[in-house]
């Protein structure tokens, strides 16, 4: 007699379907007839309350074959033996199905999708069949007290500390088992015609909408950038009229460097709207200047300046990039300065110095780049202030090239707690997971990977990848910091809500935490970021308002906000005492 009859024999016998489901023994670790007498069992349970009689399970399946101990229906062994078979099987059976899956692949010369396949396989596997042990109310009381007084040390922190003690106070951290997102109008908004040309710095140009990660522009200081990452729409065209004839199409929303005072030119002081607030001072007879490059400035031209705006009646295909610049700004048409934004990795940063493993998939970028983020975070937060856009373009001055080669030599060396890695699926990450045994993960453009179980919709795709990153987040008790782009919709004075998340909404019902990072017109001139907290499954929401300086690398804490009204600035130790007795979070002696 066959594993799967046994195994029905002795649930029919002990009538403990309960045990099987805590055992996470379903449909897929049975074969054949099986399948269709475990799901008239479980379907009986649902109907009446109770695992059918052996005559009712003979009316439905005459044939089956029952085995017999001391005269019933049931086996000598225990129903906990069997399942344990069943898994054991299952685990053998999936592996000779992927040494022959793998076989044919390497006989066929494809042996990078035959590693893949083995990757992919053995985190199914460690996923799908190995079982995971249930927690109860009274176990492991030790530990829960230990976790307890770890939290109180840390006044309430009792996850992985962001690097933002006034965020920490919301957040108490990043725990374990949860999926938090990161959102921001990534790229929305700001966009050029996909027509305009853009120069490269290598020479030559390339149309904005054929640009692609990877490719070299220029900044305004005339310093190779790299592009990071494109995000397309069709937008209405406001096209802006320039002194020297020249002419760009553009959205309403996207940002320039400008300035409307004559004394700010020569002393290059910029700062930042988008093209409707532009036309707006233009109609209140402002005269709006933008910096010319300053590898092409001359005595006689020290700017451009905005002749006119006009808004067509027309749609086009519009791209907007981001790159690596130090203000994130790039050429476009002739040489027109135009402004994005630059992804943060702040809270990885922070993880890693405080001596966190971390593990960070990058789908939007190359690791290179990232690695440069990362590199130059590391380095601001422990040694100093660094100019990035000299660092970016290789021109630091002897002191600073030689503190940097020290940081290298030395003190970057400490760092091996960190691994960059492409991101391509929730398997392949589950078995970079396994491998690494990261204490915190962090994955950018989630997006952009693939689905391990073949949806047909954008929707689907992300709703399956979210439900997989929730579940391995479970399974390996860490937390996975995911982040994605809010839709066009959003709102450019107040950033993103939970409503905003593009793709899915899957997102946010999945998160136990969702975060929006947004800045208005002027907060880009007075260089600040804010962090909104929108969904705080264990906690408070609020915002954070950080100083967000890319000359010399350097983000600070300013006031935090809750929902319920009450501030709390940076240093205002006595308040955060308060808010934190207020909450139960610190000792009252």
């Known amino acids: 007699m066959n594993l799967d009859n046994l195994f029905i024999s002795k649930l029919l016998e002990t009538k403990d379907l309960a045990m099987v489901r805590e055992n996470r023994i379903d449909e897929k670790f049975l074969y054949g007839e099986t399948k269709s007498a475990y799901r008239f069992i479980c379907e009986s349970m649902l109907k009446t309350g109770e695992v059918p009689t052996e005559r009712a399970f003979k009316s439905k399946f005459p044939n089956y074959e029952l085995e017999k101990f001391e005269g019933k229906v049931g086996t000598e062994e225990g129903l906990k ?4 078979e069943l898994r054991n099987r299952k685990r053998q059976d999936s592996m000779a199905d992927s040494i022959e899956k793998c076989s044919d692949l390497i006989s066929e010369g494809n042996v990078e999708e035959a590693l893949s396949q083995i990757s992919k396989d053995i985190t199914w596997i460690k996923t799908e069949v190995e079982f995971t042990e249930n927690v109860g109310l009274a176990d492991n009381i030790e530990a829960r007290k230990k976790r307890y007084l770890e939290g109180k040390e840390n006044k309430g922190v009792v996850g992985i500390p962001t690097g933002f003690p006034l965020l920490d106070y919301l957040l108490k951290g990043f725990e374990k088992e949860s999926l938090v997102t990161i959102i921001g109008k990534t790229g929305v908004g700001k966009r050029l015609a996909d027509y305009t040309p853009i120069p490269l710095y290598n020479g030559g140009f ?33 096209r802006i009229s320039f002194s020297e004839g020249k002419t760009i199409d553009c959205c309403k929303d996207h940002l320039w460097f400008y300035t409307d005072n004559p004394d700010d030119v020569y002393n290059d002081v910029w700062k930042v709207a988008t093209t409707q607030t532009i036309k707006n001072l233009k109609r209140a007879g402002k005269t709006i200047f933008i910096p010319k490059p300053k590898h092409l400035i001359t005595d006689e ?31 476009c048409g002739d040489f027109v300065v135009t402004h994005n934004t630059w992804a943060e990795v702040l809270f990885g940063a922070n993880a890693v110095i405080d001596g966190y493993k971390v593990l960070h998939f990058v789908t ?13 975070a590391i380095y601001a937060l422990t040694v100093g202030a660094m100019d990035y856009s000299k660092f970016k373009s290789r021109t630091l001055d002897e002191k600073a090239e030689a503190r940097y080669f020290k940081f290298l030599e030395e ?13 391509e699926s929730p398997m392949q990450i589950a078995g970079e997971i396994e491998k690494y045994k ?13 689905d391990d179980r073949k949806s047909n919709t954008d929707t689907e795709k992300v709703y399956h990848i979210t439900a997989d990153l929730k579940r391995i987040a479970k399974n390996y008790k860490i937390p996975i910091v995911i982040n994605s782009q809010a839709d066009k919709s959003t709102s450019t ?4 809500e939970l409503e905003n998340i593009s793709y899915a909404q899957s997102i946010g019902r999945d998160s136990d935490i969702v975060m929006a990072v947004y800045r208005t017109e002027m907060m880009y001139t007075d260089k600040e970021m804010g962090l909104k907290v929108l969904k705080n499954r264990e906690g408070t929401t609020g915002k954070l308002l950080i100083s967000w300086d890319f000359s010399d690398m350097q983000f600070k804490q300013i006031y935090f906000e809750k929902d319920s009204g009450e501030v709390v600035e940076d240093g205002n130790e006595e308040a955060i005492q308060e808010v934190n007795e207020s909450e139960g979070l610190v000792e009252i002696e």
């Open 81 to 84: 033996y069997w399942l344990e």
């Open 206 to 238: 390339k149309k904005n909408g054929e640009l692609v990660v990877g490719d070299i522009v220029i900044d305004r200081f005339g310093n190779p950038c790299t592009v990071q990452e494109t995000f397309k729409a069709k937008e209405q065209v406001w």
């Open 301 to 331: 031209r020290i700017c451009l300046y905005m002749e006119d705006i006009k808004v067509l009646k027309c749609y086009t295909d519009m791209t907007c990039i981001s790159v690596d610049s130090p203000d994130h700004s790039y050429l």
């Open 364 to 376: 939007e970028m190359g690791v290179e780049a990232m690695r440069d983020r990362y590199e130059m």
């Open 411 to 423: 003190d970057l060396q400490d760092y091996d707690n960190f691994q960059l890695i492409t991101g």
């Open 438 to 450: 990261p204490d915190i993960v962090f994955i950018d453009g989630v997006y952009l990977m693939n």
């Open 493 to 496: 004075k107040t950033g993103p």
